[in-house]
T-cell receptor, first 115, second 111 residues
C-alpha cells in the first residue's frame, strides 16, 4: 500500500540548533516527493520538492532534503533553526507522471522552538 | 496576484444541513483537489478534478459532492450524509503532476 510515515509527532529544538525531520515512504512507482509547512489555521506552503536528478534539494527558508532511494526516505534538514520555523511540517508523495498530483500525506510533525 | 481563494474562512453547520465551501483559483491550473485535515491524521483526499466537467472520488468521498463547471472553480458541498463533518478543509490546484498550491482553508464546525 502507498503510504508516508513521519515517525516523530512532535519535536522540540532550541533556537540555533540543527533540525532533521524524518520521512519514509512506501510507493510502488517512482515518486515525486514534497515537504510542506503549515502555520496554525493556515494553508500549506511548499518548502521543497524532488522530481529527479540531484538527490539533495534546496528549498525556501534555508531548508534542504535528501532523497535516499535505498532507504525510501526523504528527510528534511535545517542547519540552524529560527523561532519563526515553529509550525507543522508535512511530507508528501505523488505519482511520477500522470495528469494529476494526487498526494499522499504523512501525519505531520509539529515543531516547537525553544528560545 | 495569482492564487487560490477559499471562502468562508469559518463556517458553522447545523445538524442535517448541507453547506458549500467555495474554492476559486486564478493560476490557470487544470487540476483541483479537496482535502480534509483532522488533528493527527494529516490530509486526506476527498475529490479531485483533472478537467472541467470531470471529477473523481478520493479516499473519503462519502458524504461529499463537488462540481467543476468552470476551470477556476471547484466548490465542495458537505451533505447531511457526512456524519462527522467538523474539520479543516483545504483546496489545492496544480498543473498536471507538478506541485500543488493550497488555499488558506475553511474550518467547518457542526453546531
Amino acid at each position: 500500500a502507498q503510504s508516508v510515515t513521519q515517525p516523530d509527532i512532535h519535536i522540540t529544538v532550541s533556537e540555533g540548533a540543527s533540525l532533521e525531520l524524518r520521512c519514509n515512504y512506501s510507493y510502488g512507482a517512482t515518486p515525486y516527493l514534497f515537504w510542506y509547512v503549515q502555520s496554525p489555521g493556515q494553508g500549506l506552503q511548499l518548502l521543497l520538492k524532488y522530481f529527479s536528478g540531484d538527490t539533495l534539494v534546496q528549498g525556501i527558508k534555508g531548508f534542504e532534503a535528501e532523497f535516499k532511494r535505498s532507504q525510501s526516505s526523504f528527510n528534511l534538514r535545517k542547519p540552524s533553526v529560527h523561532w519563526s520555523d515553529a509550525a507543522e511540517y508535512f511530507c508528501a508523495v505523488g505519482p511520477y507522471g500522470g495528469a494529476t498530483n494526487k498526494l499522499i500525506f504523512g501525519t505531520g510533525t509539529l515543531l516547537a522552538v525553544q528560545p | 496576484d495569482g492564487g487560490i481563494t477559499q471562502s468562508p474562512k469559518y463556517l458553522f453547520r447545523k445538524e442535517g444541513q448541507n453547506v458549500t465551501l467555495s474554492c476559486e483559483q486564478n493560476l490557470n491550473h487544470d487540476a483541483m483537489y479537496w482535502y480534509r485535515q483532522d488533528p493527527g491524521q494529516g490530509l486526506r483526499l476527498i475529490y479531485y478534478s483533472q478537467i472541467v466537467n470531470d471529477f473523481q472520488k478520493g479516499d473519503i468521498a462519502e458524504g461529499y459532492s463537488v462540481s467543476r463547471e468552470k476551470k477556476e472553480s471547484f466548490p465542495l458541498t458537505v451533505t447531511s450524509a457526512q456524519k462527522n463533518p467538523t474539520a479543516f478543509y483545504l483546496c489545492a490546484s496544480s498543473i498536471a503532476r507538478l506541485e500543488a498550491f493550497f488555499g488558506q482553508g475553511t474550518r467547518l464546525t457542526v453546531v
